[in-house]
Every structure is written in C-alpha cells, then in structure tokens.
C-alpha cells in the first residue's frame, strides 16, 4: 500500500473533485464506504446539492465553533494498492483499512460531540491503474477544539499499512521504524522469476548473523569470511588507511558457461539495513585496537579457518535463549529499547540458524528472521537500541555459527534451539500486544508461523510451540499434518511509503 498526505483549506473544493470526473476523468462510481456516521456510508454525492450537504456536514463543527481556524484545517490521505501487483479490494475491505486508519489517528477518541468528522470515498481507479480511497477528515474537532496527533501520523499510517498488507495478502511495504531496508520493484521481478532468495537478502542475513555473533569488529569480518561472503572496508577520506568508516559485502561470482566470471555486486551495510551500517553495529561491541589491522589483511588472506565443531554448546545455548526469555516478562511495557534490542537479537540467532542449514530450512529461518526483525522498533535519526549485557544473545549466535547442523544430532540441536527461539518470540508478541504495538506483534507471529515451519522441515518427527513453561516440549507430529502452513508468504518486499506531508504544524 502507498499512502499520501496533504492539508488544505477548501472542504468543498476537495470534496467536489472527488465526486467529479477527476482530471483524466478516471473518476467514476463515486460512493462513501466509511464514514465517522454510518448513516453517510453508500452517499454518492450525485447531484451539486448531495455535494454540499456531505460538505456542510464534513465543515459544520469548523464554521459553527472555529471560523477563526482558516489554514490547514482539511486533512486528506489517499491509500492506494498497486497496480501491477495487488488485486481489488472490495467496499467492505477498503471500510476496514478507512475504519482502522482513523481509529489509529485518534479521529473517534471524545465520543459523540468531540468527534473528527471524516469520510472514505471509493470511486474509479487511479491514471496509473491503482485501486484507492481517499480519507477526507476535519481537523476542528465537533465541540470546536483542534485535533492534535499524540503520534506522527505518517508512523500511524505506516503501522496501518503493514497490519492492512499482512491481513488482505497485498503487496509488503516499508515497515514502521523497523529499520529494514526496503527492496526495489526490479529486485521483486527478479525473485519472482528465478524463485529463489535474492543476493541482498542472503547477504542481510549473513551480516546479521555475523553482527549478532561477533564479539568485537575483528570478529565480526572473520565471521563474514568464515561464511563464504567478500567483504571489504571504506577507508575515511584523508587517512591512509587508519581509519575505517564502512564496509561493503558481495557474495562470490560463478563462472559462466563462457568461462567469464560476473563483476562483484557490492552492497554497503546500510543497503542491506539502516541498522547493520559499520557505526550501528559497533554500539554492540567492545573496543577493538586491532579492528584496522584486521580490516587491512582481508583482502590479501585466504578464506577464513572454520571453528571446531562443538554440538554440545547446543544445550548451553537452548538454555540461554529460555533465561532470556523468562526475564523479558518481567520488562516494564513502557521499556521499548529491551524488547526490541532483545527482537533484533533473537533475529540474529535465526540469521545464523539460517546460515548452517540449507533448502527449505534456510529460506524458512531466512523469513522468520526478517519478521522478528521487523517486531523490533527503531525511534527515527536514533542508533537502534542495544541489550545489557545479561540479556545478550551474541554467544547463543556463536554457538549456532560453529555447530555442524548435517547429521543426526546437528538437526535434533537446532530444532530444539528452535524451540526455545519460538517461546521467544511468543513473549515478545504478547508484551508487543499488551503495549498496543500492532505491527510489531503482528510481525512477531509471522516469525514464530516460519519457525515452526522450519523446524519440520528439519524434522517431520517433532512439532514445537505452546507454553508449557520452561521445558523442551517436542511431541511427535502427525503424519497428514503439512510442513508448510499457508500463512507463510512468499517474499518481503519493501518499497518507500510515498507520504508527502507529515503532521508538521499540528499539534507541535
């Protein structure tokens, strides 16, 4: 979905061009589908006077009670789907994303007579083909008080966004404050062609995992080398090499059948996610002096030495990931930073999950991550939150990384990882939902519908989930139930929102 905000001061100018011809005269079947009053719903504003009667209605409260507020008292949003990639949505449908919306900006808080009044019109499609409603509201309030937003209505409407994307199957936008990158449309067409991850996701992964894992920044290129991806640094200007600022990370080409091997494709950290950038990831680190030396040698060594394999570090591991999840229930709901520095973190122990298996697991665990990912909240221009450190998940990550996966015991420690991941995750939804944060906890059971996914993929035998305390619960899975709910979808695309206006002057 694409949302875009404006603010005006000419109620009956907008509400006459959207029951008029538009300007392509692509308008056609003009009719209100949800309104502050019910009774306004069906309106079609057919005739001039149908026109100003919804106006009077929609301006009374301003002329009667505020004639002073003259200035940008109008607030309009269109919400459009895309063409090229969603289908219609019914009347019914669009009542909901309109209902929801003003729900969430605060328009029906103040009970009958302290109301915003708006209204939702439905009418033809847009010039460039897309299915769309417009949401009109008066900003002066029925009993003549001005509407103030307790939050920024385009991180509103950005939450609306996702939970409306998720709930109707539409194409996935850029998440609320989740930091994540978003993917471009070429990069979906590729995806889709090919059914396979794309390299920008398969690197977000491993950087993640790495992240997550690393002790220091040496470790954290190390890590990187140890998993196949190139990486590389971006030197401050003026230094000779002293400092490093940035890195860039592209996976290894493939000769063609020519014989010719492909250009790199490089991606800098900030491609991949606003928070895997050099200076993000560092607030998770202890100093490092000998991070430039490390920086200086890797592209001059060969690949890296993997660890030795440790699958009892397994255990310790699953008992990590429990604590932490025990002491999470304890979190005041108002802590937003622990939660969702503890969501980051849990995502990158998937990312490293995702990292030692292959085939269906890994995309699974690929897509829980990014979801778990995305229950965590990012304030805007403010370094993502980082856990104390006895809530750190760095050596549950290590141990996933140097644990061998291929074999009897590897897959029976890792789904009970898994296991313990999911419970996790559980408890990060229900304080997400407890607190109100829709989107989050949304995104926070999606993680938990892949990793339950994962873990049969892995191994038919065991189902996992449910709260039945601290205990491993496994229990054999039956024979006709799927591997594969239809709840996990099949990409996460992200494009930019496409607001315009944000609430600048209202309320501030």
């Known amino acids: 979905m694409i949302t875009k905000v404006g603010r005006g001061s000419r109620m009956r100018g907008l509400v006459t061009y959207l029951f008029g011809p538009g300007k392509a005269e692509e308008h056609s079947n003009q ?226 059948g020519v014989g010719v091997t492909p250009a790199l494709v490089w991606f800098g950290g900030g491609k991949l996610d606003r928070n895997l950038t050099l200076q993000a990831l560092r607030g998770g680190w202890a100093p490092d002096p000998a991070a430039v030396d490390t920086w200086r040698t890797v592209d001059t060594r060969g690949p890296a030495k993997a660890d030795a394999l440790r699958p009892e570090v397994m255990v310790r591991a699953q008992q990590e990931v429990a604590r932490i999840g025990a002491t999470l229930t304890d979190v005041p709901l108002s802590d937003r930073a622990r939660v969702s520095a503890t969501a980051r973190e849990a995502a990158g122990v998937l990312a490293a999950a995702a990292e030692r298996v292959e085939g269906q697991p890994a995309y699974l665990l690929g897509r829980a991550a990014d979801q778990l990912y995305r229950a965590a909240e990012r304030e805007p221009r403010q370094r993502p939150p980082v856990a104390p450190a006895e809530h750190r998940l760095a050596t549950v990550a290590r141990a996933v990384l140097t644990v061998q996966t291929a074999g009897r015991k590897g897959p029976a420690g890792t789904v009970m990882l898994l296991h313990q991941v999911l419970r996790l995750a559980q408890t990060i939804q229900r304080t997400h939902e407890t607190a109100g944060r829709v989107t989050q906890a949304r995104a926070a059971a999606a993680a938990g519908v892949h990793v339950k ?24 899975r039956s024979p006709q139930r799927s591997t594969l709910p239809t709840a996990v979808p099949v990409m996460t695309p992200g494009t930019t929102s496409g607001i315009t206006t944000n609430d600048r002057g209202i309320g501030r």
């Open 453 to 476: 996914a994962a873990a049969a993929a892995l191994d038919p035998s065991v189902v996992i989930g449910g709260d039945t305390g601290p205990r491993l619960a496994l229990t054999p």
């Open 31 to 256: 009719r209100v589908v949800a309104a502050y009053d019910p009774i306004l719903v069906g309106d079609r504003g057919d005739t001039e006077l149908g026109v100003a009667m919804l106006t009077a209605e929609l301006d009374f409260p301003r002329k009667v009670f505020a004639p002073e507020v003259d200035q940008d008292f109008v607030y309009h949003v269109s919400i459009s789907n895309k063409a090229d990639a969603d289908r219609d949505l019914t009347d019914d449908e669009w009542r909901d994303v309109a209902e929801t919306a003003a729900e969430r900006l605060g328009f029906n808080t103040g009970g009958p007579g302290g109301r915003v009044r708006w209204i939702a019109v439905h009418h033809g499609k847009s010039a460039n083909g897309n299915d769309h409603i417009h949401l009109v509201a008066n900003l002066v309030r029925e009993d003549g008080r001005k509407h103030y937003f307790t939050r920024p209505d385009f991180t509103v409407l950005a939450e609306v966004r996702a939970e409306m994307e998720t709930k109707y199957g539409l194409t996935v936008t850029g998440r609320a404050k989740t930091g994540l990158a978003p993917v471009s449309r070429l990069e979906v067409q590729q995806q889709r062609a090919a059914g396979t991850e794309l390299p920008r996701e398969r690197l977000r992964r491993a950087v993640l995992a790495a992240g997550t894992s690393a002790r220091t920044e040496s470790e954290f290129v190390e890590t990187l080398r140890r998993g196949g991806v190139i990486v590389r640094p971006r030197w401050e200007a003026g230094t000779s090499r002293t400092a490093v600022v940035g890195y860039s990370v592209a996976l290894p080409s493939a000769p063609t």
